[in-house]
Structure formats: C-alpha cells, structure tokens
C-alpha cells in the first residue's frame, strides 16, 4: 500500500460509485456525502492528472538600505538587542539613516560605517543612561509596573 497509486485513477467518487455498484459497499455504509456530490457535482471534475501551473521565476526584492545593512552586519553593527516593548527604532534601522545622512554630507565610503556605528552607539548608551535614571525614579511608568508584576495576578483580569 506504500507504493499505491490508485488516487491517481479517478475520483474518490468514481472508487466509491464502482464499490458500490459491484457490491463491495452497502448503500447503506455510503459516505454522507455521495448523495450531495450526486446531487451538485463540481463544474470541474477534480483529477489527479490536471496540468501543472506555470511556474514563474521569483523576482529578487533588493532595497538600496539592503546593500548598507550588509555593510553594517558583515563588521558586526547592528546586531543590538530589540525592546519589544517600547516603540524606539531598531539599531539598523538607525544605523541606516545615520549612513544615509552622513552619505549626504560627503564623508568617505570607506568611513561611512564606522562613523555612523559610534554615532548610534553614544546615542544608545545616552538612551541606556536616560532609562536606568527614569527606572530608578518611584514614580515612573515602568517601575509601576514592575511594583505590580506578580506571577499570581499575571492572568487576572483586571
């Protein structure tokens, strides 16, 4: 039965249809749904052996910024850390519109990279900075909600 091809020949309702006229199946055992299938049979007969679809080439989709994160992650940048929660932009995307700018302003290809990784790197450690004095202070957001994370109200609805 490993190596059976009988759904290549016919239809489940032309196997059923021959059991049941030869007397291998009972009209009484027949599938719900033969007598729908009988009723309102398909415009299309449903065949193992209909044409194959075209298959058409992939178009490769290459955005300019893809040829910069290439640049930024093959020296390593760009690889920080995503905080799901906050809405701040990721690190590449960063990295991205600083090698852009400084582009703009006509610094050196070969600097391009480097200059726009420590520009994003002092501004995620100011950021880093900004968070540790805002997580510090009581009266912020998010130390409120850590004070109120529990594993036992986790699921509670409030």
Do not use: C
């Not at 910069?68 to 701040?88: D, T």
């Not at 520009?119 to 409120?144: D, N």
């Not at 004070?147 to 986790?154: G, H, L, P």
Request: without cysteine; positive net charge.
């Amino acid at each position: 039965m490993a190596s059976s091809r009988l759904e290549r020949i016919g239809t489940i309702y032309t196997r059923v249809e021959g059991l049941l006229t030869k007397g291998a199946m009972k009209p009484d055992d027949r599938p719900l749904w033969f007598d729908v299938y009988r009723a309102f049979p398909p415009l299309v007969e449903p065949k193992f052996a209909k044409p194959k679809p075209e298959i058409k080439p992939i178009r490769p989709i290459l955005y300019p910024e893809d040829n910069i994160r290439v640049k930024f992650h093959s020296k390593g940048y760009g690889l920080g850390a995503i905080n799901m929660i906050s809405q701040s932009e990721t690190q590449t995307k960063r990295l991205v519109q600083q090698y852009q700018k400084l582009e703009s302003e006509g610094v050196r290809d070969e600097d391009l990279v480097e200059k726009a990784a420590e520009i994003v790197g002092s501004e995620r450690q100011l950021e880093a900075a900004k968070a540790k004095i805002t997580a510090e202070s009581p009266g912020s957001v998010s130390a409120k909600v850590l004070a109120e994370v529990d594993i036992k109200n986790i699921f509670s609805e409030k």
